[in-house]
């Protein structure tokens, strides 16, 4: 390779081309300080071997792995401002673990497998499903048809009845918590990324409870949607108003059995021809 400097040809030594994995480009990359590594399908995070990334936020990201055992696992990386001290991510751990004995039993213990100056990561089990988030998404409308929707509430109620049955809550249901999986002929609804809060027990499951009802009422389009539901449904809904929704179903059982005697009658009303 030759440069010419003020008229003098000066000969410089040949660049050898090295061939640079996309991987290997991608650890290259200069990040700002606290900010999370960004792992590719192959690559390791500890003893884990990353499968793909399955979303991220203000705390971290997450990601499906296989553990040494060729176990499906998750793993989520939390940035280090996620947690105000050790403390903080000690109690997310605890509540965690809470929520795992409460809905199922899992081969995968949750716990912290890796920490770096800057992020840790928390090994989760794996639950099958998309998420509510996805699901609508993926429709035109954004909205599903009310006997899907009611489906997926009673899903989502079966689980929270599990869930509250075994004293635990889960702190921060929304549609991107909540995960749908086929079951046999029905759903199975799993939750994950539960959030502890501060408060009494029974408020904070009063509080799923709440939750809940919105998510039925996002499912069917939301507030503008609100008007044209059938009475049974508006019902349930309330407005999305907890201190509504509590006074007619305080608990979780309650709106299953409202859910089952509203979607009977629209079935009898059917086949009556109404």
Known sequence: MTHVTSGVATRLPSVKRVSVSTQALAARRARPPGSLPRFLPGGRVGAFRVESCLGSGWEGAVYRVRDPARRACVLKL?????????????????????????????SVSIQ??????????????????????????????????LREAAKAFQ?????????????????????????????????????????????????????????????????????????????????IIRGSKARAILAHHPRVTDLLAAVRAGMQGRSASRILGD
């Open 155 to 235: 899903a989502i109620l079966r689980e929270l009845v599990r869930l509250h049955g075994r004293g635990a809550y889960h702190g921060d249901l929304h549609e991107g918590n909540v995960l749908l999986a086929r079951c046999g002929r029905g759903q199975r609804a799993h939750f994950i990324d539960p959030m502890p809060q501060v408060g009494a027990r029974v408020a904070l499951q009063e509080n799923d409870l709440v939750e809940a009802v919105r998510l039925f009422s996002w499912m069917l389009g939301g507030a503008p949607a609100y008007a044209s539901h059938p009475a049974w449904v508006r019902s």
């Open 78 to 106: 939390f940035r280090q401002r996620a947690f105000a001290s050790r403390s903080d991510l000690q109690q997310r751990l605890r509540h965690l673990r809470r929520v795992q004995a409460s809905t199922g039993s899992s």
């Open 112 to 145: 912290l497998v890796h920490r770096q100056d800057a992020w840790q990561a928390v090994l989760l089990p794996y639950q099958p499903g998309e998420s509510l988030h996805a699901i609508l998404a993926r429709r035109p409308s954004g909205r599903l048809p």
